[in-house]
């Protein structure tokens, strides 16, 4: 089966506080791209990253990171100090190898209080 | 460049009858996507296209139709709306295959049938 669980479904922070969203995934595929995107209160959906498989390294950008772990088929994103800017529904997808579907997780929703 | 765009933003239809929605970009795309979004279920696919000329059924291709006369155009179609075809529908299009390049997405069109 081909997967992606967002467990969270809704996280509320104070402005400057770190946050991670979980994603995990399933898969039997062995080459794969995750993605994260953000869907702000306008409604458009902005694309955040991509990483394939074979890439495990940590990415950085700013105050987003993202921990990739095959071992535990998990995709997860930090925001840092996180600004009321954040607040939006974030979704984690999956494109298994040589596929053209784009396998969404059903999105937390972060909301950032001032 | 405009990227990705959608027509229209907003409908309300009456049980029965039939809408075209239209999805262009403008980044010489070869592969294009028809989504809709309902709460707490994430993105799911209903139709697709790998070119000029070409379509395919995704995860939830009934009621609906599509055509890809033009390259940077994708239709879709709905013959006899019904209510249970509420929903945000998006467009998106990527270069590749979608695992090779990031499918990006237009603004959505929200659709109300009454």
């Known amino acids: 089966a081909q997967k992606v669980t967002q467990a969270q479904t809704e996280i509320s922070v104070v402005e400057k506080e770190d946050v991670t969203l979980d994603c995990v995934y399933e898969?039997?595929?062995?080459?794969?791209?995750l993605f994260w995107y953000k869907q702000p209160p306008s409604g458009e959906l902005v694309f955040l990253i991509r990483r394939n498989s074979f890439d495990e390294q940590n990415e950085i950008s700013g105050r987003y990171s993202w921990n990739f772990q095959k071992s535990t088929s998990s995709f997860n994103f930090t925001i840092t100090a996180s600004q009321v800017v954040d607040s939006a529904v974030y979704f984690c997808a999956l494109t298994p190898y040589n596929t053209d579907k784009l396998i969404f997780g059903t999105g937390t929703r972060l909301q950032v209080f001032p | 460049n405009a990227g990705v765009t959608q027509t229209p933003k907003f409908r309300v239809l009456k049980t029965g009858q039939s809408m075209t929605l239209l999805c262009a970009q403008d980044?010489?795309?070869?592969?294009m996507y028809w989504y809709r979004q309902d709460p707490g279920m994430g993105l799911r696919l209903i139709h697709y296209?790998?070119?000029?000329?070409?379509?395919a059924k995704g995860e939830v291709p009934d009621g609906y139709n599509v055509s890809r006369l033009k390259k940077q155009n994708f239709l879709l179609g709905l013959e006899s709306a019904a209510p249970s075809q509420t929903s945000v529908y998006f467009c998106?299009?990527?270069?590749?295959?979608?695992?090779?390049?990031?499918?990006?997405f237009g603004p959505g069109t929200r659709l109300t049938v009454l």
């Open positions: 998106a299009s990527s270069q590749s295959q979608g695992g090779w390049d990031t499918q990006y």
């Open positions: 898969t039997r595929d062995t080459t794969y791209y």
């Open positions: 296209s790998v070119g000029e000329g070409t379509t």
């Open positions: 980044m010489n795309h070869e592969y």
